[in-house]
């Protein structure tokens, strides 16, 4: 090879979104830094929750598959270069491959009750097949299901109940189609487990008919739900005079470190049947790249009054009748585009909907630029939600209306009516 060349770049598989592992990671650094994490989470951990975790880590140790009940499960495939990406299996196929991996090929994680699968664990091991488990579905896991957190009630729904009007049965005809069930949940790929409730659950909806929708089609009360296992976040209430938010940290996180506000129960109910939150900038990561609006949100002074935002000039005003032009949409692309590129644009990046989907357009690097700690500007021009603490407030960055309308391209036209 010549003095001057060099050898080529070498590009790791991209990885799977919610599967926890970062880009360029290897099963080894993902191990360390989940063993890391995991030590920080047992200095925080209550004797209850450590009971609850010991039971679901000493019936692992019997190495069967994941039943019914059981452990998520992922599998680390590899990909060409010998790069392995970690990718969730659903516990039917995790059944029929688990005899594919040694028992040193596969790792319990009792924090988020997971399994991990992987060769490169133990590479000059090979897999022969395993008699000796029994199924998970035997497992008695009434100590582990009485002991897990409660939902908010705010995050529960009722299920009408029509006085006379008998409970009807779930009805295999009343199904929605598999295809349909994928494209519902935005993911064209996703199969349907045989044995699941969804088509019949998204059925229900889509006719509009609850007074016959049972208790068994909903995860929020099942005890095999996702629910019922460790959640990675910790979840408070913060009621407010018009609305409830939602205040989440990563689980045993110390004070005063950032937590994450929503005002949306169901987003809530998706990081944690998704075990998001392990990592504060991976849980940020991922709801950027979702699109919901969340303000990463640090503890300052609660009495202090914030300064007003510098101004900006906005999109201006047209004379009745005004048609916009094509050099009309070019000024404004390059203001919108300018203004998020700048300091106050990271924002945007917070605030779901059409602000955030333009942010994210704009914004090189938008993920890692999310995931960066704010200036002390957030004192200056930012906003706060009072909680019960009366010293704290939780203070974010926050946009202004005139920056909202630039981002969205609003400007004023006169009506030619004066009054």
Not at 7 to 18: C, D, E, H, L, T
Not at 72 to 80: D, G, Q, T
Not at 86 to 95: E, F, K, Q
Request: aromatic share 8%.
């Amino acid at each position: 090879m010549p003095a001057d060349s060099t050898p080529p770049a070498i590009s790791f598989p991209a990885v799977k979104r919610n599967s926890g592992q970062k880009h360029g990671e290897d099963i080894h650094a993902f191990m360390k830094r989940r063993r890391l994490h995991n030590e920080k989470r047992a200095q925080h951990e209550t004797s209850e929750a450590k009971g609850r975790r010991l039971a679901q880590e000493n019936h692992a140790v019997k190495g069967g598959p994941p039943g019914k009940k059981g452990a998520r499960v992922f599998i680390w495939e590899e990909e060409e270069g010998g790069f392995f990406i970690r990718r969730a299996c659903n516990r039917t196929d995790a059944a029929e491959r688990w005899d594919e991996f040694t028992s040193n090929q596969r790792i319990y994680n009792s924090f988020s009750n997971q399994w991990d699968l992987c060769t490169a664990l133990a590479p000059n091991e090979e897999a022969e097949p395993d008699e000796m488990y029994d199924d998970d579905d035997d497992y008695d896991d009434s100590y582990v299901q009485f002991h897990q957190p409660a939902l908010p009630a705010d995050i529960i729904p009722s299920i009408p109940d029509v006085p006379g009007q008998p409970v009807a049965p779930i009805s295999s005809s009343r199904e929605m189609e598999r295809k349909a069930c994928a494209w519902a949940v935005g993911n064209e790929s996703y199969t349907v487990p045989d044995a699941s409730v969804l088509p019949t659950f998204l059925q229900h909806l889509l006719e509009g008919d609850l007074r016959g929708f049972q208790a068994e089609l909903c995860d929020l009360t099942s005890p095999d739900s996702d629910l019922a296992l460790e959640w990675n976040v910790d979840v408070e209430i913060i009621s407010q005079q018009d609305k409830k938010l939602y205040s989440i940290r990563p689980r045993g996180s110390e004070a005063p470190g950032p937590s994450i506000l929503l005002e949306s129960a169901a987003t809530i109910l998706q990081i944690i049947r998704l075990g998001w939150g392990h990592d504060f900038a991976h849980l940020i990561h991922e709801l950027v790249e979702l699109g919901v609006e969340f303000h990463p949100s640090w503890e300052r002074p609660a009495n202090h009054v914030p300064l007003a935002p510098p101004s900006i000039n906005t999109l201006g005003r047209r004379p009745a009748g005004y048609k916009p032009t094509f050099v009309d949409f070019g000024v404004y692309v390059q203001r919108r585009d300018a203004f998020l590129r700048s300091p106050r644009g990271r924002a945007a990046l917070f605030y779901g909907g059409i602000v955030g989907r333009l942010a994210r357009s704009a914004i090189p690097d938008f993920a890692d630029i999310a995931c960066l700690d704010p200036s002390e500007d957030i004192l200056k021009t930012g906003a706060c939600v009072l909680s019960g603490n009366r010293e704290e407030a939780l203070w974010h960055e926050a946009l202004t209306p005139d920056e909202i309308n630039l981002i969205c391209g609003v400007y004023s036209v006169e009506t030619g009516t004066f009054i």
